[in-house]
Nanobody, 125 residues
Framework: QVQLVESGGGLVQPGGSLRLSCAASGHTFSRYAMGWFRQGPGKEREFVAAITWPDGKTAIKDSVEGRFTISRDSARSTMYLQMNSLKPEDTAVYYC??????????????????WGQGTQVTVSS
């Protein structure tokens, strides 16, 4: 039903920037959340940031606040993650998630019903 297409990942040097995009299609929901999660080598999937429709409420992981910015195209089911001052610790597969019922804290995997394929972000010299 819902398809999520991610883009923008790649290899970047420490201190560099990347902008991730996720576009959702195949849905008719008017109230939902879209979020970014990441999973580093040997680690569990963790919350990064999320944003809601129609109100644009945001939630951001404390450790990336100030470096990462979540945003959306309010007229589209598209969200962006601007990542600045990237660190090696940010290396992970970044997953886009879509949740029609994500109405609580927005930060838990189980709040989301649909997932993208993931895009690799590697921060290395």
């Amino acid at each position: 039903q819902v398809q999520l297409v991610e883009s923008g990942g790649g290899l970047v040097q420490p201190g560099g920037s990347l902008r991730l995009s996720c576009a959702a299609s195949g849905h008719t929901f008017s109230r939902y959340a879209m979020g970014w999660f990441r999973q580093g080598p040997g680690k569990e999937r963790e919350f990064v940031a999320a944003i809601t429709w129609p109100d644009g409420k945001t939630a951001i992981k404390d450790s990336v606040e100030g470096r990462f910015t979540i945003s959306r195209d309010s007229a589209r089911s598209t969200m962006y993650l601007q990542m600045n001052s990237l660190k090696p610790e940010d290396t992970a597969v970044y997953y886009c998630a879509f949740g029609p019922s994500a109405v609580v804290g927005l930060s838990r995997v189980h709040e989301y019903d649909y997932w993208g394929q993931g895009t690799q972000v590697t921060v290395s010299s």
